[in-house]
């Protein structure tokens, strides 16, 4: 009886562990507003476990003649006809428990068709720190999470 109790444990314990790490690893899904308010970016959950963030808003999404701002500057010449409220900025974040922090993929900025390394963590409340780095020169954006 001791035997099976104690291979329940063993088999519990870790997977609690687990759920616990997906559970944290998952605050980061939600809407969130850029520091000036320009855009906002949703960031969903793939079916793989990895993370995804797309632009869901733009308060300048027209141009004077009501024609919509594209995404013109993309090195994937494929995308360059995507719609500035669709753009994916990133895909395939992962988790870093160790660290607290998201990672393992580079991050789209439009304004200027660059991809960087990019790294997320909280820094108090719904307060998101995004950065991006190329060649360890970085810049870091603040997200608010609505």
Do not use: H
């Not at 616990?20 to 690893?25: H, P, V």
């Amino acid at each position: 009886m001791k035997r099976i109790l104690a291979l329940i444990v063993a088999a519990v314990i870790p997977a609690l562990a687990l759920f616990a790490q997906n559970e944290k690893a998952d605050n980061i899904l939600g809407v969130y507003k850029s520091a000036d308010s320009s855009y906002k970016v949703k960031i969903t959950k793939l079916a793989d476990g990895t993370y995804k963030g797309q632009v869901c808003w733009v308060a300048e999404r027209c141009d004077a003649n009501g024609k919509v701002f594209l995404d013109e500057k993309n090195p994937d010449k494929s995308l360059r006809n995507t719609p500035c409220d669709q753009i994916v900025l990133f895909k395939g974040l992962k988790y870093n428990a160790d660290k607290k922090r998201w990672e393992g993929t580079k991050i789209y900025d439009p304004n200027r068709g660059l991809k960087a390394n990019m790294t997320a963590e909280f820094s108090g409340g719904n307060t998101l720190k995004i950065r991006g780095t190329v060649m360890g020169i970085g810049e870091t954006e603040v997200w608010t999470k609505e």
